[in-house]
Nanobody
Framework: VQLQASGGGLVQAGGSLRLSCAAS????????VGWFRQAPGKEREFVAA????????YYADSVKGRFTISRDNAKNTVYLQMNSLKPEDTAVYYC????????????????????WGQGTLVTVSS
């Protein structure tokens, strides 16, 4: 199983980026996918998640209204569209997959996921 996160980079405050998480080696449509981030010197935190059935999405309060998570099961890929970026969004972003995960608690908790990607760095300059 492999999760490949990509799309990070350097962007000015107010700008946008779209992260992708491409999965292989698993039955993608049965896995919920979450995005987490870790800033220097801080603990990893939940950002957004989408249920395996695509009928539910979850967001951290800090990104609600600015970030949108979506998935394309035909491409085995989950996307995180990030708009109105702020310097405090600077972090390494990781995607994770968990089979049949559902419910707010399970999708927000990093310990419930089965597989993790390698991370992609997002830097937002002020």
């Amino acid at each position: 199983v492999q999760l490949q996160a990509s799309g990070g980079g350097l962007v000015q405050a107010g700008g946008s980026l779209r992260l992708s998480c491409a999965a292989s080696g698993l039955t993608f449509s049965t896995y919920a996918v979450g995005w987490f981030r870790q800033a220097p010197g801080k603990e990893r935190e939940f950002v957004a998640a989408i249920k395996w059935s695509s009928d539910s999405t979850y967001y951290a309060d800090s990104v609600k209204g600015r970030f949108t998570i979506s998935r394309d099961n035909a491409k085995n890929t989950v996307y995180l569209q990030m708009n109105s970026l702020k310097p405090e969004d600077t972090a390494v972003y990781y995607c994770a997959a968990g089979r049949y995960l559902s419910g707010s608690y399970a999708l927000r908790a990093g310990t419930t996921y089965d597989y993790w990607g390698q991370g992609t760095l997002v830097t937002v300059s002020s």
